[in-house]
């Protein structure tokens, strides 16, 4: 299920990665008594049974995660404020759909770059005053913009972005103005790799298509730029993601 997602190889391989984690450490101190007598049987039939269920309340944990995050950054967008997002995020139109329904009144500026027009609809079909902008014209805008709030492919160890082509331009605008930059991210995004510049970012999360190494889908936007991350774990400093890695994955 979390392949036929529209997320790229970073989001895949993390979401996965975690996955058999959540499958192999579940006989910790916390899991029922029943799980670990299953894990001990040496029929088939039942340990199907057990991959089935963890891997259908793994999925339960991520759909809720969206709702988490919702639920966590909505407080942050106030009357009267604009917002810039970049492409189409779901976790960000959850946010968005969130302050919508608490009668917060706001603007959303989304830019073009690949799926920006299909975020702009879907903000439009909810009643969210949104508006498509060019990616070039994000000197232009920032301005008037309050604060900068983007989705993410995945969030490294340091506490840096891997997000859409166009985000670190964004940032790097967004902080020359002072203007706030928060990442919206589900934490089986949290990628276990240390980037320090675009170059280091391993080829399988750049492209799409291994053969075609010309154009990258994303770049990588590092830590310093961003101020805060909204997670179904809390809101975190881009300092605080290596701690929750090593929660996640020991």
Do not use: W
């Not at 970073?10 to 006989?27: E, K, M, N, P, Y």
């Not at 779901?90 to 073009?112: P, Q, S």
């Amino acid at each position: 299920a979390v392949v036929s997602t529209q997320s790229t190889g970073t989001s895949v391989a993390s979401g996965c990665d975690l996955f058999v984690r959540f499958i192999t450490l579940s006989r910790g101190q916390n899991a029922p008594s029943s799980e670990i007598d299953i894990l001990e049987c040496k029929g088939f039939d039942p340990v199907r049974k057990f991959l089935v269920d963890r891997g259908n309340l793994f999925m339960k944990r991520l759909k809720d995660s969206r709702r988490k995050i919702a639920q966590l950054a909505y407080p942050f967008i106030s009357d009267g404020v604009t917002v810039l997002t970049v492409n189409m995020s779901r976790v960000v139109l959850e946010i968005l759909m969130k302050a919508h329904e608490k009668a917060k009144k706001f603007k959303v500026l989304v830019t073009e770059s690949e799926e920006g027009p299909l975020m702009v609809k879907k903000l439009n079909d909810q009643g969210i005053q949104a508006t498509l902008i060019l990616d070039a014209s994000i000197g232009f805008v920032m301005e008037r913009v309050s604060f900068v709030l983007v989705g993410a492919v995945g969030v490294v160890e340091n506490g840096g972005l891997i997000n859409k082509l166009g985000t670190y331009p964004v940032a790097v605008m967004a902080r020359s103005l002072n203007k706030p930059f928060y990442v919206a991210v589900e934490s089986f995004k949290f990628y276990r790799n240390y980037p320090l510049s675009q170059l280091d970012l391993p080829n399988d999360a750049k492209y799409e298509n291994a053969e075609d190494t010309k154009h990258p889908e994303v770049d990588f936007t590092p830590p310093k730029y961003i101020n805060k991350l909204f997670t179904d774990l809390g809101v975190l400093t881009p300092s605080a993601v290596s701690d929750e890695l090593i929660k996640l994955y020991i």
